[in-house]
């Protein structure tokens, strides 16, 4: 039985006062979701609509930690 099969078989023996703790449990994580989804949505359009000519360059992780201070 999947996790979801058996949250659905839950909810047949979950008293209804409690219902509305579970459905706004399930809409917080929906939510959060959808508001993660938009955010890396929107960060995408955004460098794929910069014009900095330096987007494209590649950098090593050595380069990088040398540049911050890590190497």
């Given amino acids: ?3 979801k099969e058996r949250i659905v ?3 047949d023996v979950i008293p209804e006062y409690k219902i509305g703790y579970v459905l706004a449990y399930i809409q917080g994580l929906v ?5 993660d989804n938009a955010f890396c949505e929107k960060l995408v359009r955004e460098y794929e609509n ?3 000519p ?3 360059e590649e ?3 050595e ?3 040398k540049e911050w201070g890590l190497a």
């Fill in 50 to 52: 910069d014009t900095d």
């Fill in 31 to 35: 939510a959060d979701e959808e508001a």
């Fill in 9 to 11: 078989q839950l909810l």
């Fill in 63 to 65: 380069e990088c930690k």
């Fill in 1 to 3: 039985m999947s996790s």
């Fill in 54 to 56: 330096e987007k494209e």
């Fill in 59 to 61: 950098y090593t992780l």
